[in-house]
């Protein structure tokens, strides 16, 4: 089934018509909830490029110096990283936690990568410069793949994530895995809103993966409630993850 990436550029004022639509797909994580573990290491992410265009989208601060998110967040639609780019973090209470800065190479994404239409290989790391907060010398979550990915069908997932189109920014939902698609990704029954893209999925407490896209039947919305997920893989492994010497279990 044709895919379609969430829409990351800041939408109209007019589509914040939609939000009461999300207490359909999603809920509001409470004030008391955001500073949890472990939705307190989830984070709304802003790139900004040198010529002043705006990207937004959601990532995860997982330890060790690595903030996980969607590939095409730090991307243009061929793949390549926008030049001069910077990127700031913020949490459930609007303040900062991180920002790229004096890394010489702070973007980490699988060298086959080959943008938008790549969604098997649309996951990134963000070397992190400087936290604010948050510990970076030791992995604060657990991260799994599933070799299997036929295994994972009718399981359970959640995810979190911030939107700037939701009354709400930080919202949650929960679902099951309905497909596995030709290309490895997995499609849930998730809610989701514009924005979310790099948002974690977990299953048993673990991160298997990250939100990408939207499926065809959403194309055009700003809600949507089947989203597209990109698993780790042993690939993703070898080429992203163990470049920070991130720990990942293998689940057979």
């Known amino acids: 089934m044709k895919k379609s990436l969430i829409t990351l550029l800041i939408a109209l004022l007019s589509l914040l018509l939609h939000a009461p639509i999300l207490a359909e797909a999603r809920k509001e994580v409470s004030p008391q909830e955001a500073s949890t573990h472990p939705f307190h290491l989830t984070q709304a992410l802003i790139a900004r490029t040198e010529s002043g265009q705006t990207v937004r989208g959601t990532g995860t ?26 990127v700031e973090t913020y949490n459930a209470q609007g303040k900062e936690v991180f920002h790229t800065g004096t890394s010489a ?23 992190v410069d400087s936290s604010l907060g948050l510990p970076t010398d030791k992995q604060e979550l657990k991260l799994a793949i599933y070799p299997q990915p036929q295994k994972l069908l009718g399981k359970t997932v959640s ?42 999925v977990f299953l048993d407490g673990q991160i298997m993966g990250i939100i990408t896209a939207v499926t065809e039947e959403c194309r055009g919305q700003s809600i949507c409630h089947q989203a597209t997920i990109t698993p780790l893989t042993q690939d993703l492994k070898k080429q992203v993850l163990d470049k920070l010497g991130l720990e990942v279990r293998i689940v057979n």
Request: proline share 4%.
């Open 159 to 200: 995810t979190m994530g911030f939107s700037s189109l939701t009354r709400q920014p930080y919202t949650q939902a929960t679902g099951k895995i309905i497909r596995v698609e030709a290309d490895g990704t997995l499609t849930a029954d998730l809610g989701l809103v514009q924005e979310n893209s790099g948002s974690p």
């Open 61 to 86: 601060n997982l330890g060790k110096g690595a903030f996980l998110t969607a590939a095409h967040n730090l991307t243009d639609e061929q793949g390549q990283l926008r030049s001069g780019q910077t």
């Open 105 to 127: 190479t702070p973007y980490h994404l699988a060298p086959s990568y080959s943008g938008y239409e790549d969604l098997k290989n649309d996951l990134a790391l963000i070397q």
